[in-house]
């Protein structure tokens, strides 16, 4: 093992040289843009929460996929705001592990979440006859649990083996704590790290989507031999899942390619949009498009706004 330093902070070089007027216009987008999550995300789960008419298995997990933008937004955006208003790129170490375990947690969460949801869907239109005896109040809960849980430990292992690294460096191109930059770091050995971090890829991502892709193959041919309104109902429920999936999925690829191949060359400014944009636009997508396009929560939200404007 090679001797390294005991760093009490890490570099992210990741921002740009900007002046102080942009820095100040980038937190206020910044702050708008968290506000919004934090007001659209949470508004949503008070819906859920309180009416009846929403207590089913999906509207419980697009609950828990609401959460889980708050959680993984919180892990971000509140560090992007102190940097950017102090111009000061340095974070502590501690901090640096924190953020990156609740950013990866979020990431494996919202990938367990999405596979579940496809789970329920593929129930709700193969077999609609036994969907309530499947898909159950106990069982939606213990899922729900399920995926939390699994996606904490699973990375609470690898998160052991990382905090154990003596880092040879402290400079990461980077706007956030990124844990395969922070084992590149280090000076000791790290093919266990590396192992046994492909292992929860898979497990976390690999896997879900492999179920997602099943659930939805399975859908398809159910709904070929459905008639037309049947057809448009069944596929307008799936389509919010559909574009939430590819849009957070298209994220992570394009984040891990270019994270991973630090030879491909591209502007500083579309390196930062390419790895925060899984975790900036999907916290802001999924409310947009499962209060728009669901019209159940679309019809409970017009009834709270009636109901709020009556009363006043």
């Known amino acids: 093992m090679e001797n390294g330093a005991n760093f ?3 570099r992210l070089t990741g921002y740009l040289n900007l002046d102080f007027k942009m820095n100040y216009f980038l937190f206020a987008v910044i702050t708008v843009l968290y506000s919004t999550i934090i007001f659209a995300n949470s508004f949503l789960i008070g819906v859920i929460c309180s009416a009846k008419a929403l207590h089913k298995p999906m509207y419980l997990f ?3 996929l609401f959460v889980n933008e708050l959680y993984g937004s919180t892990a971000l955006f509140p ?3 102190v940097n950017l208003i102090l111009n000061n790129n340095e974070i502590s170490l501690i901090y640096c592990y924190l953020q990156i375990f609740c950013l990866y947690t979020y990431a494996m ?5 999405l596979a579940v949801m496809s ?4 129930v709700s239109i193969c077999y609609p006859l036994q969907y309530n005896r499947i898909m159950t109040p106990f069982r939606v809960g213990v899922l729900i649990a399920l995926v939390w849980s699994y996606c904490f430990i699973q990375f609470l292992i690898l998160f052991s083996f990382n905090s ?3 880092l040879c460096g402290n400079i990461m191109d980077k706007v956030w704590c990124d844990n395969y930059l922070l084992v590149k770091l280090a000076c000791s050995k790290t093919s266990l790290n590396n192992t046994y971090g492909i292992y929860v890829n898979v497990m976390t991502a690999m896997i879900p989507l492999t179920l997602i892709l099943y659930s939805y193959t399975r859908i398809l041919r159910i709904c070929l031999s459905f ?3 049947a057809k448009q109902k069944a596929l307008s429920t799936c389509a919010p899942h559909i574009i939430s999936l590819l849009n957070f999925s298209l994220g992570c690829f394009f984040e891990t390619i270019q994270s991973r191949f630090d030879n ?3 502007p500083a400014l579309l390196r930062i949009i390419i790895s925060v944009y899984f975790l900036m636009f999907q916290p802001v997508l999924s409310p947009i498009m499962y209060g728009i396009r669901l019209k159940n929560i679309r019809q409970v939200c017009k009834n709270l706004v009636v109901s709020k404007v009556g009363i006043t």
Do not use: A, H, P, V
């Open 79 to 81: 560090s992007l705001q």
């Open 8 to 10: 009490t902070y890490i």
């Open 119 to 122: 789970f329920d869907r593929f």
């Open 227 to 229: 008639t037309k309104e």
């Open 164 to 166: 154990k690294l003596q």
């Open 62 to 64: 697009l609950c828990s």
């Open 109 to 113: 969460i919202e990938f367990c979440n």
């Open 264 to 266: 491909i060359r591209m």
